[in-house]
């Protein structure tokens, strides 16, 4: 199976960007599923525009973040909490492409914040962007309060007793990814 992570934040002194490195890592080092991060403070797309089936002349990189997510069996949307809510730079990434991009397949929501309630109210938020995509979110969240005690910078875990929350988001992401695919593949 391969999982597309969509690092959220383009801010350049980000810190959700640790948590999607140690998610790849994690799955990496755990699992046979391969696991890729996209970017987007690489990407650096400009607002929308048109949607990518009708824009006359695609943004620089458009065409191969969407090759990404089309390959992509599951996703780990990975966001700081900004003023209540995931990134806009993540809405304006996903709304680039049509809904089909990700119906039927698993999502995974994931909220960074340096405050101790790690962005709760971004990953109620990417829930319902889950379910406006047509996607399958998991019922659990993974919210990453104070993160820059948890990750350092190369997404290495600093915290070891908060393992125990990336393994059990991890495990029901993957459980509910592994039966969908399977499900997508027999049709």
């Given at each position: 199976?391969?999982?597309?992570?969509?690092?959220?934040?383009?801010?350049?002194?980000?810190?959700?960007?640790?948590?999607?490195?140690a998610?790849?890592?994690?799955?990496?080092?755990?699992?046979?599923?391969?696991?890729?991060?996209?970017?987007?403070a690489?990407?650096?797309?400009?607002?929308?525009?048109?949607?990518?089936?009708?824009?006359?002349?695609?943004?620089?990189?458009?065409?191969?973040?969407?090759?990404?997510?089309?390959?992509?069996?599951?996703?780990?949307?990975?966001?700081?909490?900004?003023?209540?809510?995931?990134?806009?730079?993540?809405?304006?990434?996903?709304?680039?492409?049509?809904?089909?991009?990700?119906?039927r397949?698993?999502?995974?929501?994931?909220?960074?914040?340096?405050?101790?309630l790690?962005?709760?109210?971004?990953?109620?938020?990417?829930?319902?962007?889950?379910?406006?995509?047509?996607?399958?979110?998991?019922?659990?969240?993974?919210?990453?309060?104070?993160?820059?005690?948890?990750?350092?910078?190369?997404?290495?875990?600093?915290d070891?007793?908060?393992?125990?929350?990336?393994?059990?988001?991890?495990?029901?992401?993957?459980?509910?990814?592994?039966?969908?695919?399977?499900?997508?593949?027999?049709?």
């Amino acid at each position: 199976m391969r999982i597309a992570i969509l690092s959220g934040s383009t801010r350049l002194s980000r810190q959700s960007h640790r948590v999607a490195l140690a998610l790849k890592k994690w799955l990496e080092q755990h699992t046979s599923h391969s696991a890729e991060v996209l970017d987007l403070a690489e990407y650096r797309f400009p607002i929308l525009e048109e949607v990518l089936s009708r824009h006359p002349e695609p943004p620089e990189g458009l065409e191969d973040f969407a090759y990404h997510i089309r390959q992509a069996d599951a996703y780990l949307f990975v966001s700081p909490e900004y003023n209540g809510s995931y990134t806009a730079a993540l809405k304006n990434a996903i709304d680039y492409l049509k809904e089909q991009e990700f119906a039927r397949k698993v999502i995974g929501v994931v909220s960074v914040s340096s405050g101790p309630l790690g962005g709760i109210r971004a990953a109620l938020a990417m829930q319902q962007l889950v379910l406006g995509i047509a996607g399958y979110p998991i019922p659990q969240m993974l919210t990453v309060g104070q993160v820059q005690q948890r990750f350092d910078e190369e997404g290495h875990l600093l915290d070891a007793s908060f393992e125990k929350n990336v393994r059990h988001f991890l495990e029901s992401f993957l459980w509910l990814s592994e039966a969908v695919c399977t499900k997508r593949k027999a049709s």
